[in-house]
């Protein structure tokens, strides 16, 4: 498998659509930023940002616009896809875009609240009758929690 780990930040509000067949996706752009400290003259030497196009689907897709905002540092693991396209004049655009099978966001400048969001099998199972919901979060204690854990939010620091 051909998988590539990208670090950088997001360029511009993601942008998350769904399909008349309910599936969604999330694309968003993010800048990889690469320099290198020069010990000759004693100063960092910054190089132009690189920028990428990312496309998450399904829960991945929920869970990113729910999440990111402009200016997130994230980190994208998945793969390259030919994303090329005729242009009006005939002409050939060569593109790529990334794929992404996972999109964690840094903690290196911002804080995170977590939520564990139940899975689709899990929320069929706990709403027939006789099931009782499971608790969304169970602390080491064993005990159920009182109230729900706050929804995952990112905030520069």
Not at 9 to 26: I, Y
Not at 29 to 54: L, M
Not at 106 to 122: H, K, M, P, Q
Request: proline share 5%; with cysteine.
């Amino acid at each position: 498998m051909n998988e590539i780990t990208l670090h950088g930040n997001l360029t511009a509000e993601p942008v998350h659509r769904r399909s008349s067949t309910s599936r969604s996706a999330t694309s968003f752009s993010i800048a990889v930023n690469n320099g290198y400290y020069d010990r000759r003259t004693g100063q960092y030497v910054a190089q132009p940002a690189v920028f990428h196009h990312v496309v998450c689907f399904g829960g991945l897709a929920d869970n990113a616009a729910d999440t990111l905002r402009k200016g997130t540092t994230v980190t994208v693991t998945g793969q390259f896809t030919d994303d090329s396209y005729q242009a009006e004049g005939g002409q050939r655009i060569r593109r790529t875009r990334l794929v992404a099978a996972d999109v964690a966001v840094s903690l290196r400048w911002a804080t995170a609240a977590i939520t564990r969001r139940a899975r689709e099998a899990d929320r069929d199972q706990a709403t027939e009758p006789g099931i009782p919901e499971a608790a969304e979060d169970t602390p080491a204690t064993g005990a159920p929690a009182t109230k729900p854990a706050p929804q995952v939010a990112a905030t520069a620091a």
